[in-house]
């Protein structure tokens, strides 16, 4: 039988948001035209691949299978049309790298610093994503290098990949306030006093209420801003309490820092290489981004790398 790519992409989208819409909106179709393709990727394959429930869908074992070696389809796809591109593309061609806030608020200013003034007839473009959209960026061969969370999709997309620091999320707020005298809190605990937060469609955000699944507390918010530094100046000011990374609190800063008691609050950033990085004609240049990348990050490097076993690897 005859897959299309695009069919692929979109189940590959769906099981990453655990939705049928969520696939949609990856893909820019419409709900009715999504629900279409995957009924006829059902009537193709001769079996279920999903099973649909009120809070979404989950793959049945055939699901899981597939989804498995369309990764493997389309990474090969992207190395072949990688492959053809690199005859063409221009060495001035600028390059892309894709991440998430904490690390475009962390580390990575620092390292777009030391390397574009290092290679001066080099441009880069900084694009902030989920590590979902991340990892099908780079898998497509749409971005050179992209930091992502060490999660499953991260390590299960046939990537190379190696680490680059602790993103581990805390709890801050008002010095000498709420926190005062506390080392750890759930995040049941947590949401019992208001909040602060990033917009609803922002990376951490989206992570956190990822984890917290459909059994998450109720919490209130009383308002969301667009990044780090609003949102750790409102905690500190004593609007609410916010999670936020550990590495995007400056020790100096009057603040009350607590840890965040959850196993999912322990993050680990991973430097991913796309597809095309490994036969572009800037391919020099993606290992000087990438080195300077893991210099801007490395103090973390030394306390948590042996998190990810050390040195680059497929899914580290």
Not at 99 to 119: D, K, M, N
Not at 172 to 198: C, K, N
Not at 219 to 245: D, F, H, K, Q, S
Request: net charge neutral.
């Amino acid at each position: 039988m005859r897959y299309d790519l695009d069919d692929l992409r979109l189940f590959l989208g769906i099981m990453a948001e655990g939705s049928i819409t969520g696939g949609a909106r990856r893909m820019h179709l419409s709900l009715p035209s999504a629900s279409a393709r995957v009924r006829a990727l059902e009537h193709n394959a001769g079996v279920a691949l999903l099973i649909r429930g009120r809070r979404g869908v989950r793959p049945t074992p055939a699901g899981t299978t597939l989804a498995r070696h369309a990764r493997d389809v389309l990474a090969q796809t992207a190395r072949l049309e990688g492959a053809v591109a690199s005859y063409t593309r221009s060495p001035a061609t600028p390059l892309t790298l894709y991440c998430g806030g904490s690390a475009i608020q962390g580390f990575v200013p620092q390292a777009l610093v030391s390397f574009l003034r290092a290679h001066p007839d080099v441009d880069v473009r900084v694009f902030e994503s989920r590590t979902p959209q991340t990892v099908r960026t780079l898998t497509d061969g749409g971005a050179d290098l992209g930091i992502v969370i060490d999660d499953e999709e991260a390590r299960d997309s046939g990537l190379t990949m190696r680490p680059l620091g602790d993103d581990s999320l805390v709890v801050i707020g008002q010095a000498g306030g709420i926190l005062a005298g506390r080392t750890g809190l759930t995040y049941s605990e947590v949401a019992e006093h208001p909040l602060v937060g990033l917009d609803a469609d922002s990376s951490l955000r989206r992570w956190i209420e990822k984890n917290l699944g459909p059994h998450a507390p109720v919490v209130r918010y009383r308002t969301t801003v667009a990044g780090l530094n609003i949102l750790i100046a409102l905690a500190a000011a004593g609007v609410g309490l916010a999670v936020v990374p550990r590495r995007a609190v400056d020790p100096g800063q009057a603040l009350d820092v607590c840890e965040l008691l959850e196993p999912w609050s322990r993050r680990l950033h991973l430097l991913a290489w796309g597809a095309k990085a490994d036969t572009s004609p800037t391919g020099t240049a993606t290992a000087a981004l990438a080195d300077h990348l893991g210099r801007a990050a490395r103090p973390e490097v030394a306390d948590h790398g042996d998190h990810a076993g050390g040195g680059m690897g497929k899914g580290a």
